[in-house]
T-cell receptor, first 118, second 117 residues
Framework: AQSVTQLDSQVPVFEEAPVELRCNYSSSVSVYLFWYVQYPNQGLQLLLKYLSGSTLVESINGFEAEFNKSQTSFHLRKPSVHISDTAEYFC????????????????FGAGTRLAVHP | SAVISQKPSRDICQRGTSLTIQCQVD?????MFWYRQQPGQSLTLIATANQGSEATYESGFVIDKFPISRPNLTFSTLTVSNMSPEDSSIYLCSVLDRVISGANVLTFGAGSRLTVL
């Protein structure tokens, strides 16, 4: 079975500082990896995903995540955060269909609340 | 991406009562799901809402407690029955928005925050 661990429940940071939100997963087979973001009073939105290929993936708003197979990690980073990045961030995994026999559900971590202060 | 509207956005309920949450999507979707997010915990899949047939429930969730309807490809409801304080959670509707290279990408509603007294 797959599982996801987000090591920090809350991360406070000052504006323009760098940030890293940590995510580790457990799986006996290869997985797809996702980061979702939930801004206050909104639904979860896909931030970025790793399916295959380059281990470094980027989002349109400056976040990036690196897939590290040996460490089973998919940490999210941003070199300089803005107040508007304040949100809850969820790491998630799912199995490719060749392993699941079809659709397979997303397994989420507990979330990390990023609070950016001026 | 699909746009999802959930109602109510929040409610305070009395123990023993039931509440129905509605999920409306702005386009037809093949798959709809209901998740629960308990305080300080991750999102947990409750069930897959199947159009025209009974929902498919995950381990630990049963139809008597969480009856689900899906009368068409754009609408679903989740009822939380005979509520207790342990049912205080955020309930989220989600849909399969697109498939990219075999990976399923979900879109979520804003959630319904229930507090049971």
């Amino acid at each position: 079975a797959q599982s996801v661990t987000q090591l920090d429940s809350q991360v406070p940071v000052f504006e323009e500082a760098p940030v890293e939100l940590r995510c580790n997963y457990s799986s006996s087979v290869s997985v797809y990896l996702f980061w979702y973001v939930q801004y206050p009073n909104q639904g979860l939105q896909l931030l970025l995903k790793y399916l295959s290929g380059s281990t470094l993936v980027e989002s349109i708003n400056g976040f990036e995540a690196e897939f590290n197979k040996s460490q089973t990690s998919f940490h999210l980073r941003k070199p300089s955060v803005h107040i508007s990045d304040t949100a809850e961030y969820f790491c998630a995994v799912s199995l490719p269909s060749k392993f699941s026999g079809g659709y397979n559900k997303l397994i989420f971590g507990a979330g990390t609340r990023l609070a950016v202060h001026p | 991406s699909a746009v999802i509207s959930q109602k109510p956005s929040r409610d305070i309920c009395q123990r023993g009562t039931s509440l129905t949450i509605q999920c409306q999507v702005d386009s037809q979707v093949t798959m709809m799901f209901w998740y629960r997010q308990q305080p300080g915990q991750s999102l947990t899949l409750i069930a897959t809402a199947n159009q025209g047939s009974e929902a498919t429930y995950e381990s630990g969730f049963v139809i008597d407690k969480f009856p689900i309807s899906r009368p068409n490809l754009t609408f679903s409801t989740l009822t939380v029955s005979n509520m207790s304080p342990e049912d205080s959670s955020i309930y989220l509707c989600s849909v399969l928005d697109r498939v990219i290279s075999g990976a399923n990408v979900l879109t979520f509603g804003a959630g319904s925050r229930l507090t049971v007294l």
